[in-house]
């Protein structure tokens, strides 16, 4: 724990002291420093900046310390609980305030937020990102590389992380008719709402959420695909004169095997979301 803490004060202080932001300081200090003509106020920005060189040289070598990455197997904060031929899926928590381990994705993943996150992305040898998730938002990151998550709010950082065990090509965010409705009986009240978020020439992402008492046709076209909670799930599945009950918490999975046609009913008295990963056969 001491090497993450000392990880998370080095990341906060590169964000903080960015090269633009530390030249502007030095300016303004170096011109109060000329107007006040005193060598005590030139003694104590010689002690603070002292200082501050210092957190960082102590962060920085702990940082390298950690710079032997695990993998993501191996990364106490990421629990393996679904892989088949073209998906390796982790359920991720980070507790709040604290940082996962250096680990390395060796695949493009995708990864899905459940909650409000406010999160810090350091990879090895570049300038820290910082991230503000909301919930059900999916993102697609190309593999092969290291990093660790560091998580600044007060609430536990939890997603699902979908590594991608065949490769991607044409990754694109939806950004123009990303929407439909699917209505039931024609009631514009009782229409489910699927949101397209990223495609590729192998999948397709979307976020979908059915109303209460409400019914959603999934036609899939017999493709193989993954469904991720995001919301607590009380739905019905219905195929012919089938069905089966499916109850998820947030984070919860279901995966379709290919050739399955069915409708999904919201037995719940609040909006069912999830998430669904669509491979194209």
Same mark, same amino acid.
């Given at each position: ?69 695990? @993998?993501?197997?191996? @990364? ?12 390796? =899926? ?28 406010? =999160?810090?992305?350091?990879? =090895? ?11 059900? @938002? ?37 950004? @123009? ?32 959420? =059915? ?71």
């Amino acid at each position: 724990m001491a090497r993450n803490d000392a990880l998370i004060c080095l990341i906060r202080a590169m964000l903080l002291f960015s090269p633009a932001s530390s030249l502007t300081l030095r300016m303004r200090r170096f011109r109060r420093y000329r107007l006040a003509g005193s060598a005590g106020y030139f003694y104590n920005l010689y002690m603070r900046t002292s200082r501050v060189a210092g957190l960082l040289l102590l962060a920085t070598a702990t940082l390298a310390q950690q710079q032997q990455t695990v @993998e993501i197997t191996s @990364e106490p904060s990421h629990h393996l609980v679904l892989q088949n031929e073209y998906v390796r =899926v982790f359920d991720v928590t980070v507790a709040p305030k604290a940082s996962t381990l250096i680990h390395r994705h060796n695949h493009d993943y995708l990864f899905v937020t459940l909650g409000d996150s406010d =999160v810090i992305s350091a990879r =090895v040898g570049e300038k820290p990102v910082s991230l503000i998730l909301k919930d059900g @938002e999916v993102r697609y990151t190309p593999g092969n590389f290291a990093h660790a998550a560091i998580n600044n709010s007060d609430q536990p950082f939890h997603n699902i992380t979908i590594e991608l065990l065949k490769p991607s090509s044409k990754v694109t965010t939806c950004t @123009e008719l990303c929407t439909t409705l699917h209505c039931s009986n024609g009631h514009k009240a009782n229409c489910s709402k699927v949101v397209y978020n990223i495609s590729s020439d192998q999948w397709l992402a979307s976020l979908v959420t =059915v109303p209460p008492s409400s019914q959603l046709e999934r036609d899939m076209h017999g493709n193989p695909h993954l469904v991720i909670a995001v919301s607590d799930l009380d739905l019905t599945s219905q195929t012919g004169a089938a069905s089966n009950s499916i109850q998820r918490q947030p984070g919860g999975l279901l995966w379709v095997p290919a050739g399955h046609a069915y409708a999904l009913v919201n037995k719940s008295q609040n909006p069912a979301k999830f998430v669904t990963l669509e491979f194209k056969l």
